[in-house]
């Protein structure tokens, strides 16, 4: 039934910022950045006044650009994407940061090259509620493994490949 997934996708406070991590200190690639302020979106997310400002990043994989030759988007179309939405009206309220929260999520990456990755996190000022350690149990026994948190408090695993 279900086909493909075509994107996650976070509510952040500051889009700017958390771009800055997904693209300058992940490397994942920026795709577009655009403000919906369409009726359908405020039918669909349920928020009568709702105006959005969301940028699209590829996310790793093998599939190729969601974009077409002449630059708009192909939904449902090359690799999967990670969405983050700033809801430029109404402003919401941030929910709980702890991990063990109903309704919290985290976003997993493979790394190739765990060491630099945690360098890269540091020099950015990550905050980890992981020190990097080895999976010691289970079918990533022998893994390295931390958990951060992006600019907006959103988990971010990584993990060797």
């Given at each position: 039934?279900?086909?493909?997934?075509?994107?996650?996708?976070?509510?952040?406070?500051?889009?700017d910022?958390?771009i800055?991590?997904?693209?300058?200190?992940l490397?994942?690639?920026?795709?577009?950045?655009?403000?919906?302020?369409?009726?359908?979106?405020?039918?669909?997310?349920?928020?009568?006044?709702?105006?959005?400002?969301?940028?699209?990043?590829?996310?790793?994989?093998?599939?190729?650009?969601?974009?077409?030759?002449?630059?708009?988007?192909?939904?449902?179309?090359?690799?999967a994407?990670?969405?983050?939405?700033?809801?430029?009206?109404p402003?919401?309220?941030?929910?709980a940061?702890?991990?063990?929260?109903?309704?919290?999520?985290?976003?997993?990456?493979?790394?190739?090259?765990?060491?630099?990755?945690?360098?890269?996190?540091?020099?950015?000022?990550?905050?980890?509620?992981?020190?990097?350690?080895?999976?010691?149990?289970g079918?990533?026994?022998?893994?390295?493994?931390?958990?951060?948190?992006d600019?907006?408090?959103?988990?971010?695993?990584?993990?060797?490949?």
């Amino acid at each position: 039934m279900l086909s493909k997934v075509d994107h996650v996708a976070f509510v952040v406070k500051d889009l700017d910022r958390e771009i800055a991590f997904y693209r300058d200190v992940l490397g994942l690639e920026f795709i577009l950045r655009r403000i919906w302020d369409e009726d359908y979106v405020r039918q669909m997310v349920g928020i009568p006044d709702a105006v959005l400002d969301i940028a699209l990043l590829k996310l790793p994989g093998k599939e190729g650009s969601p974009l077409a030759e002449d630059g708009s988007l192909r939904p449902g179309k090359g690799d999967a994407m990670l969405e983050l939405i700033e809801y430029k009206q109404p402003k919401g309220n941030p929910v709980a940061e702890s991990p063990n929260t109903p309704g919290n999520a985290h976003i997993a990456f493979l790394v190739d090259d765990m060491d630099s990755v945690i360098a890269r996190l540091r020099e950015a000022n990550t905050t980890f509620i992981s020190k990097p350690l080895e999976v010691a149990a289970g079918p990533n026994k022998g893994r390295q493994v931390t958990y951060v948190r992006d600019p907006d408090g959103i988990i971010v695993q990584l993990m060797q490949s």
